[in-house]
């Protein structure tokens, strides 16, 4: 076990931070400016609203682009859950087969609703006569390629993910091959479709950039949360409706499918467990899933751990954001992750230390923000919570660390000013731009004070300047 801890301590290498000063640009409108109003099409080849990665990140960068005064249509699959959307148009597919129910990856009705939104988003683009489409990973991207022949709109790709260490992890392709084949041909063509291409992580914005696609590629655009609206909940209470005391709890939040690795998480606390016995894993799920809930707990039963491990599932977001509280480590176990987790940034938000692979690290400091497994390996994960549960001065630092980083850098109302730029720069070349300059301003003023305006204007150029930092 020495060996082990002195294996995680080893340093993780930090990419060079850019001090270059920004240059003066008198071409911005939209960060904090008096941007015209803009109209957009939102193309969410998912379940949506939702609970988990993906859809979440979406809700908040359209809610958030509405309260800029922006018109924004989100066109998406009849499917979602009860949650509020501020001020945004919502356009759903017609339901064709009743399904209800809410899967992460791909299931053999996909292709259908996929196929259903290209004709819902082509008549939503000409009704309310849409500036551009805004098309979230890589299924709207197709859609979003199969209209614009017809609406002639420009298309901006958001990058989510990349497909080749996914695509092949769900049980829906029988042939592992073909399913790694099919994400070799996506991730060489799909990015393709957009005009600009916007990613979601300094991992992706490589990704794109090895593509050939440096010069279509923005700035990383951080995913945002309203910190004003993050619930608060009662540690000691929370702890004791989940029948906890004090035992150190570690937690994983979001879903159970294959591609999260929670089988490399379960596989670590046979570490933890040998240093602190009473130690609990608390695994939230935001999606039913019965077949990985029930694989979680054969490996649990497999490795001897089967009563360390406690399944909840949260009624409302609000509530599975408030039990987040009650850990003491928040864990995101997937290695080489090519995005930022929304999960990760809800850990951070509530002032919880967390511990991921270095593979998946994206601009995040080691024993500053995060603390970093070396190797992608359970031991490794392992030695890094039982080096974060031991040391409660490195926890409370890494927490606070951790909170105060994703403050500065995923205000949503700083990704919304960033986001609009993105719109904005992207329309000035097409013939319509000086038709959408004439419109009247979004109206920002009235929704952010001049003093915040500035703020969210400096912390955009500095995320834009330190997309590696």
């Known amino acids: 076990m020495t060996r082990l801890t002195e294996h995680v301590q080893l340093e993780v290498p930090r990419f060079p931070q850019v001090v270059r000063r920004p240059e003066q640009r008198n071409d911005i409108v939209g960060v904090g400016g008096a941007e015209p109003r803009l109209k957009v099409c939102v193309l969410a080849a998912c379940p949506f609203p939702a609970n988990h990665g993906t859809p979440g990140s979406i809700r908040e960068l359209v809610e958030a682009t509405a309260e800029r005064g922006h018109e924004v249509h989100v066109v998406t699959y009849h499917i979602g859950e009860s949650l509020p959307l501020r001020n945004v148009h919502l356009h759903r597919i017609p339901d064709w087969t009743r399904e209800k129910t809410i899967v992460v990856g791909p299931t053999r009705n996909r292709p259908l609703y996929d196929f259903q939104m290209i004709f819902t988003a082509m008549k939503t683009i000409r009704r309310h006569r849409l500036d551009l489409i805004h098309a979230h990973g ?103 409706e989940c029948r906890l ?98 999960k990760l940034l809800n850990y951070m938000a509530a002032k919880r230390a967390c511990v991921m692979f270095a593979s998946s690290c994206s601009r995040l400091s080691h024993g500053e923000h995060v603390w970093l497994a070396a190797d992608d390996t359970p ?31 995923h205000d949503r109302r700083v990704a919304a000013a960033q986001l609009c730029d993105s719109y904005t720069r992207m329309l000035r070349s097409t013939r319509r731009w000086d038709k959408i300059a004439a419109r009247p301003a979004a109206g920002i003023g009235s929704l952010i004070g001049r003093n915040e305006s500035a703020a969210i204007r400096e912390i955009a150029l500095e995320t834009e300047l330190n997309a590696y930092a």
Request: charged share 25%; glycine share 6%.
């Open 379 to 409: 031991e490794s994960l392992g030695g890094a919570m039982v080096r974060v549960l031991k040391d409660e001065t490195l926890r409370n630092r890494i927490a606070e660390g951790g909170h105060q980083f994703v403050v500065a850098r």
């Open 138 to 240: 890589y299924e709207a991207a197709l859609v979003a390629a199969c209209c614009r022949p017809f609406v002639r709109v420009p298309v901006l790709y958001s990058a989510h993910n990349a497909m080749g260490d996914e695509l092949a992890s769900y049980d829906f392709f029988r042939s592992k091959k073909m399913a790694k084949a099919l994400a070799w041909v996506l991730d060489r063509t799909v990015p393709r479709i957009g005009d600009r291409c916007i990613p979601h992580s300094a991992n992706l914005q490589e990704f794109l950039h090895a593509r050939g696609l440096s010069e279509r590629t923005d700035p990383v655009l951080n995913f945002g949360v309203d910190f004003e609206r993050m619930p608060v909940g009662d540690r000691q209470r929370l702890r004791a």
């Open 245 to 342: 005391t004090d035992e150190p709890v570690i937690l994983y939040s979001g879903v159970v499918d294959q591609f999260q690795r929670l089988d490399l998480l379960l596989e670590s606390m046979v570490h933890v467990l040998s240093r602190f016995p009473r130690a609990k894993l608390l695994v939230l799920t935001n999606v039913p899933n019965g077949k990985g809930d029930a694989a979680l707990h054969q490996q649990a039963k497999a490795l001897g751990i089967e009563g360390s491990l406690v399944m909840m599932s949260p009624q409302s977001l609000e509530q599975g954001l408030k039990v987040i509280s009650i850990c003491d480590v928040a864990v995101v176990p997937r290695p080489k992750a090519p995005g930022f987790p929304i």
